[in-house]
């Protein structure tokens, strides 16, 4: 079983649009939970970090379930910029390094 | 401040051949990472430094990749000899201690290997 697990998609939504991605962690004991940014051929960059008590930034809202071991990531009104694929990050317990999931691939058309 | 740099940006080799990779991390961060993203996955850690210490090497392909960071600064990855599964974007990226959050990435190099 994969540390962390996403829906690779790809999610099709128009302008406008709201959309919600999900994904599981296998590791109970990990600390810390990000959801990541990745345009085509560039590297990842931090969107946001995820708590239990939830957090938003703007049009994007961030959860952790860490009973359900579940973190999503929801975007509101979704723009055209919005359309790369977003990585869920998890950091097992005690250590900094960062595992990702596969990503999933979001398009949003005009 | 300066980002983490990376070269080359691009490399295409042949299999068996040996390739090195460089990076220069943001000063003062003394804890650099190379992770491997092979084309449709998230990237995958192969070797954390903390300074020129070996922190994490764990999934490392040892008889074939090595890597150092001579003084704790610079970082050299090599791949000897390269294989067809090695094609990917090597990221390094470098951090605070204990600041998982504090992550900047590199552009990565992409190696094609035919």
């Known amino acids: 079983r994969k540390e962390v697990e996403q829906d690779p998609g790809p999610f099709n939504v128009p302008e406008g649009a709201t959309v919600a991605f999900n994904c599981t962690y296998s590791n109970s004991a990990s600390q810390s939970f990000f959801w990541y940014r990745q345009d085509c051929r560039k590297e990842p960059k931090l969107l946001m970090s995820?708590?239990?008590s939830g957090n938003e930034d703007g049009r994007f809202t961030a959860q952790l379930n860490r009973a359900s071991q579940y973190i999503s990531l929801l975007i509101r009104d979704s723009k055209l910029s919005d359309s790369a694929t977003y990585l869920c990050v998890v950091t097992p317990g005690g250590f900094q390094k960062l595992v990702f999931g596969t990503g999933t691939r979001l398009l949003v058309s005009p | 401040e300066a980002g983490v740099a990376q070269s080359p940006r691009y490399k295409i080799i042949e299999k068996r051949q040996s390739v090195a990779f460089w990076c220069n991390p943001i000063s003062g961060h003394a804890t650099l990472y190379w992770y491997q993203q092979i084309l449709g996955q998230g990237p995958k850690l192969l070797i954390q430094f903390q300074n020129n210490g070996v922190v994490d090497d764990s999934q490392l392909p040892k008889d074939r990749f090595s890597a150092e960071r001579l003084k704790g600064v610079d970082s050299t990855l090599k791949i000897q000899p390269a294989k067809l599964e090695d094609s990917a974007v090597y990221l390094c990226?470098?951090?605070?201690?204990?600041?998982?959050?504090?992550?900047?990435f590199g552009s990565g190099t992409r190696l094609t290997v035919v």
């Open positions: 995820v708590y239990s």
């Open positions: 990226a470098s951090s605070s201690p204990g600041r998982s959050y504090g992550y900047t």
